[in-house]
């Protein structure tokens, strides 16, 4: 598993790579732009425009949802990418912390109308996921979302069969969505897939 330091290094070279990916329909970026736009949409087509980023990254999107006048919040482990991150986007308020470890005390004080994490949330255990996305639930407002875009898919069977085609490429380390189980723990997620292996999941508040 990457740790700070190691996105760090990558930061500067990690838009190339996706892209490269994304390009090719491989394995872990196939359908990453698809799945950013989608995003996108939705999060411009609420009238809030509070937005929390976990694990932004070199905000690749959340820069974007930034120059059409959204307020951006954000959480990253990698110094680096914030610091990317914060030149895009001068008046972002963005904290460095492990979301792992759970949000830093600054975001937990605000309210969302959106909460994104894009291929972030694959570093917690399901078990991890769980938890964390409790916790985000009550941070949004009302009619707010949650929209995970990451290297997901709708059965455990799916997810397998990806392993198998992908085969050395896996990624052992990381823990992917799978939505029929974490549909058990939250009955009112929706899945789309987006690639053979990425999908939109959605969680609005209750």
């Known amino acids: 598993m990457l740790n700070s330091k190691d996105f760090d290094l990558w930061a500067d070279d990690y838009d190339k790579s996706v892209g490269l990916s994304d390009e090719d329909g491989s394995y872990p970026f196939a359908g990453y732009r698809k799945l950013l736009n989608a995003i996108y949409n939705r999060v411009l087509s609420h009238a809030g425009k509070t937005v929390l980023d976990i694990g932004f990254g070199t905000a690749t999107l959340t820069a974007k949802l930034y120059e059409q006048g959204c307020t951006i919040y ?27 470890n759970g949000l830093v005390e600054e975001l937990k004080h605000n309210r969302y109308d959106a909460i994104i994490a894009t291929y972030s949330l694959h570093h ?83």
């Open 74 to 100: 954000g959480q990253d482990f990698s110094a680096r990418m914030l610091e990317i991150a914060q030149a895009k986007m001068p008046q972002a308020r963005l904290y460095q912390g492990d979301f792992s």
């Open 124 to 206: 917690l255990t399901d078990e991890q996921k769980v938890g964390f996305l409790s916790g985000l639930l009550p941070l949004l407002n009302e009619g707010g979302c949650i929209y995970i875009g990451d290297v997901a898919f709708a059965t455990r069977a799916e997810l397998e069969k990806c392993r198998e085609e992908t085969g050395d490429d896996w990624d052992q380390d990381e823990f992917y969505m799978v939505f029929d189980e974490l549909k058990k723990a939250f009955p009112r997620m929706r899945f789309e897939p987006v690639s053979s292996c990425a999908g939109l999941l959605s969680l609005e508040k209750e």
